[in-house]
């Protein structure tokens, strides 16, 4: 068990059994508490801290996947992207698979949130809210 002070520091509890969850570093993800990779605060919450509610991260995508195409994935579903950006490798300059997507309003944002699972040259899309720098 990971039992956070007032400043937000874990003090990591084993169990009965001498097992620790959520404060040992594991690679747990979702809601769990503590953790280094993973853990701690459901970040995909409009309006939690360190989230940028009108901007979504998209990863899954393929090394062939254009700006435009991206874009018209949300547009066939009535949304308007403000802005579509394929981070590309400093080397090689070839697409590192995400990709993030900015739109005017939150609502919109949101609603494309709805779409994560869904496919786009034929490759399976994960799509969430992103964090902010």
Known sequence: MCIRDSRGNANNR?????NTRGGNGNFS???SRGGNFGGGRNDNAAGA???DDKR???GGIGDDTAEDQLRGFFEKEGL??????IPK???T????GFAFVSFTNAADATEALRLDGDKLNK???RINLASRK
């Open 14 to 18: 084993g169990n009965a059994n001498g």
């Open 56 to 58: 979504l991260f998209v």
């Open 29 to 31: 993800g979702g809601n």
């Open 49 to 51: 801290p360190g989230v």
């Open 80 to 85: 308007k992207p403000r802005e579509v950006f």
């Open 89 to 91: 490798d400093k080397e």
């Open 93 to 96: 300059n070839a697409p590192r």
């Open 123 to 125: 490759r399976k899309l």
